[in-house]
């Protein structure tokens, strides 16, 4: 009896979890049907909303393959951390029912096949992300890198954005504050306007971002990076100023 009992409980418990995650995506259901029979012959069409204007997200993890990006004191490599960072973000957003496309899901530079050449190789790669950045009419972008200076004494995660598209700024804004809110509540770093500096966000049409997430020249910074738990928290919390931002600014599913 105590077993059911406690079988039951977890049950209950789990279905409860569900509703919980349910209408904080989806708000409280008050859609119309899509249509209805009037007569068996007879279909009227009404009025509804779809799930069309979630927007897809496209997640970047900067650099790959031969480009490592910069280093930590140890050696280790940008690539990794934001590929790390960039599918741990991406199992969040599934689980809370994103569609989620990436640039890159292994160590690999994504340029054309055939193409000779470092230098071709890269301008080849990055044509290719922001192809996919561009692929979709309703899209949010995130590219994840991590930041390196001389000054080693220098930390903390900074987002940068274009005014290509006039959301970009709302969404590096957003995520600024969530990561002092939620991650690093000294971080008092501006979002930048990196013009036509960085190529992927100026040429994106959709709303994106970069975040630099913290500072691989700075040792304390470079270990929290390289640590799993730290790079799940980062992940969260861009999930988090995300979620924030399209919730804001499309309109959600009733
Ligand atoms: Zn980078």
Known sequence: MVKSSKKIYAALGIIFSYIVIYTFLHGINTDVPNSYNTHEDEIVTVSSQTDDSKPIIILDAGHGGVDGGCSAYNGALEKDINLSIELSLKAILETFGYTVE???STDTSIFDPGIVGIGKQKKSDMNNRLNL??????????SIHQNQFTDPQFNGAQMF???TNPLSQTLAQTLQNTFKSKL???????IKNAGKDL????YSKCPSV???CGFLSNKQEADLLLSKGYQKQVALTIFSGLNEFIQANYNQPA
């Open 199 to 202: 190529f992927l966000l100026y």
């Open 102 to 104: 990436v640039t890159r």
């Open 133 to 142: 950045f561009n692929k979709y009419e309703n899209a949010v972008a995130v």
């Open 184 to 190: 690093q509540n000294n971080n008092d770093r501006e």
């Open 210 to 212: 970069m975040v630099e």
């Open 161 to 163: 954005y274009t005014e």
